[in-house]
């Protein structure tokens, strides 16, 4: 079965250091993969996708990821946190035939001013 | 663009009463939408996949009676949680298919905060 891990609930840095969020998935063919960000009780907003070609992808708000098929990864980076970025990370995989969204835990990012 | 609303953001209810959430795609028409439910501090479980004009499809475990799903235009879906338990109170996120850049992506509500007392 399809399925998407992401190893830390929690994480904490500093403002301005670097960021890194892990997602690991399981999906017997080629995934398509996205990361979202869910603020305070409020919906879920794209960050970026990897549907095919080149394994880094850009997204919004300066973060980027990149798709490993070795290691069954999409790790989620940015070079420098603000504040502003204290939120709830989800990774997903789309499954089902290609309509279903399958998510992993979240990782709950907090920014130390 | 691709704007998903939700109706009510927040509402509380008594136990035994049903309630009522709206979901609606404000700016594109989207024939296929889903239903999600989060309990705190865990991640979005799929409840059901709402196609206009057809039945909904509900996941493994998800009562169908319990949680009608309607899907009566291309803009609109709702789903009513009938007899409301306790068990029930859980924040609803919605979400509408539009046809992207890369293929269909997935526009999310921003959620209904449901608390049955």
């Known amino acids: 079965a399809q399925s998407v891990t992401q190893p830390d609930i929690h994480i904490t840095v500093s403002e301005g250091a670097s960021l890194e969020l892990r997602c690991n998935y399981s999906?017997?063919?080629?995934?398509?993969l996205f990361w979202y960000v869910q603020s305070p009780g409020q919906g879920l907003q794209l960050l970026l996708k990897?549907?095919?070609?080149?394994?880094l992808v850009q997204g919004i708000k300066g973060f980027e990821a990149e798709f490993k098929r070795s290691q069954s990864s999409f790790n989620l980076r940015k070079p420098s946190v603000h504040w502003s970025d204290a939120a709830e990370y989800f990774c997903?995989?789309?499954?089902?035939?290609?309509?279903?969204?399958?998510f992993g835990t979240g990782t709950q990012l907090k920014v130390e001013l | 663009g691709a704007v998903v609303s939700q109706h009510p953001s927040w509402v509380i209810c008594k136990s035994g009463t049903s309630v009522k959430i709206e979901c609606r795609s404000l700016d594109f028409q989207a024939t296929t939408m889903f239903w999600y439910r989060q309990f705190p501090k865990q991640s979005l479980m799929l409840m059901a996949t709402s196609n206009e004009g057809s039945k909904a499809t509900y996941e493994q475990g998800v009562e169908k009676d319990k949680f009608l799903i309607n899907h009566a235009s291309l803009t609109l879906s709702t789903l009513t949680v009938t007899s409301a338990h306790p068990e029930d109170s859980s924040f609803y996120i919605c979400?509408?298919?539009?046809?992207?850049?890369?293929?269909?992506?997935?526009?999310f509500g921003p959620g209904t905060r449901l608390t049955v007392t």
């Open positions: 999906y017997g063919a080629t995934p398509y």
């Open positions: 990897y549907f095919s070609g080149d394994t």
């Open positions: 979400s509408a298919t539009a046809l992207g850049q890369g293929g269909y992506e997935q526009y």
């Open positions: 997903a995989v789309l499954t089902g035939g290609g309509n279903k969204l399958t």
